[in-house]
């Protein structure tokens, strides 16, 4: 079993839609969780951070942490064609004494106009 | 702004050439990292190194090794390379600190024939 589970899609949604991304993972010791953006032909973009259970809002993303259930969401309201991307969730850890990332496999999300 | 460059955007090699893949950051930053990005997989960390001339093996370091003599600069060498190192190669850096936030280059999609 994979430490980060992702939901793979595709995703497809018409523009204005709210659009649900969602990773589970099993690692107690995951501290920061993360969720980048990745264009095609790009290299991944941090599109939002956090490190607490609750939601953090950024304009038309908020990021949902819920360490009990050991889930995490990210909800994109008003979906508009930019936000078309491969959606990656990223969980922080201490390993030594160096901080890792463990990525989830990635969602790929077209919203169409 | 952080700029992480590498060296090619593609390149075709043959099974048993040595590959080079260079990256290079402009912010000085202490950590850089090397993934690969496979569908359905996800990043996986080859290898990272917290200072010059410093290096850690990541999930899957098998068939590769680096080299950082310089801060700015992590090179990826695939000693022979083979069909199963085809994928794309994504480098990032990050500062030392309570940074969590990877900046990642462009990519290299390599295939080997």
């Known amino acids: 079993q994979k430490e980060v589970e992702q939901d793979p899609g595709p995703l497809s949604v018409p523009e204005g839609a709210i659009v649900s991304l969602n990773c589970t993972y099993s690692n107690s010791a995951f501290q920061y969780f993360m969720w980048y953006r990745q264009y095609s032909r790009k290299g991944p973009e941090l599109l939002m951070y956090?490190?607490?259970?609750g939601n953090k809002e950024d304009g038309r993303f908020t990021a949902q942490v819920d360490k009990s259930s050991k889930y995490i969401s990210l909800f994109i309201r008003d979906s508009q064609p930019s936000d078309s991307a491969t959606y990656l969730c990223?969980?922080?850890?201490?390993?030594?004494?160096?901080?890792?990332?463990?990525f989830g496999s990635g969602t790929q999300l077209t919203v169409l106009p | 702004d952080v700029k992480v460059t590498q060296s090619s955007r593609y390149l075709v090699k043959r099974t048993g050439e040595k590959v080079f893949l260079e990256c290079v950051q402009d912010?000085?930053?202490?950590?850089m990292f090397w993934y690969r990005q496979d569908p359905g997989l996800g990043l996986r960390l080859i290898y990272f190194?917290?200072?010059?001339?410093?290096?850690e093996k990541g999930d899957i370091p098998e068939g590769y090794s680096v080299s950082r003599e310089k801060k700015e600069r992590f090179s990826l060498i695939l000693e022979s390379a083979s069909t199963n190192q085809t994928s794309m190669y994504l480098c990032?850096?990050?500062?030392?600190?309570?940074?969590?936030?990877?900046?990642f280059g462009p990519g290299t999609r390599l295939l080997v024939l």
């Open positions: 990032a850096s990050r500062p030392s600190g309570r940074s969590e936030t990877q900046y």
């Open positions: 912010m000085d930053h202490e950590n």
């Open positions: 990223a969980m922080s850890y201490l390993s030594g004494s160096a901080r890792q990332l463990t």
């Open positions: 956090t490190y607490s259970s």
């Open positions: 190194s917290y200072d010059v001339k410093m290096k």
